[in-house]
């Protein structure tokens, strides 16, 4: 009995913590809509990148993922970043921590580009 009872004051402030954190994390994503996003997205169908071009701040995780019923890679053109063969519904992120324009393409399908554009 007097265990159970220690147990409860030791869950109390996690469970405070975790509440405030839920809270404060909402507040933030809402507001990461609006100004400062921490990721991004971009969508592979129908052998195209959608957007084309993205820009995003620096510092930002861009996922990209194949909606495409065929494989496709997201090759830089500079090497900076290269997924492996991406099969359907199967993701890629990057995380961009400078500033610059980064064009890619895929490597199975040459003639699909497209761009992040990092500020
Ligand atoms: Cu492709």
Redesign the pocket.
Same mark, same amino acid.
């Given at each position: 009995m007097r265990r159970r009872v220690w147990n409860l004051v030791l869950a109390a402030p996690v469970l405070i913590a975790a509440s405030l954190l839920a809270t404060n994390s909402r507040s933030f994503s809402t507001r990461a809509e609006q100004t400062q996003a921490s990721s991004a997205e971009v969508k592979?169908d129908n052998?195209s990148f959608g957007p084309t071009t993205l820009t995003v701040a620096v510092g930002i995780t861009v996922t990209w993922t194949n909606r495409?019923d065929?494989? @496709?890679?997201v090759v830089s053109d500079d090497k900076v970043f290269k997924s492996k063969v991406l099969d359907t519904d199967e993701k890629f992120s990057f995380t961009f921590t400078k500033p610059g324009t980064y064009p890619y393409f895929?490597?199975? @399908?040459p003639k699909?580009t497209g761009k992040v554009v990092v500020q």
């Open positions: 592979i052998f495409d065929i494989p @496709h890679t895929c490597s199975v @399908h699909m």
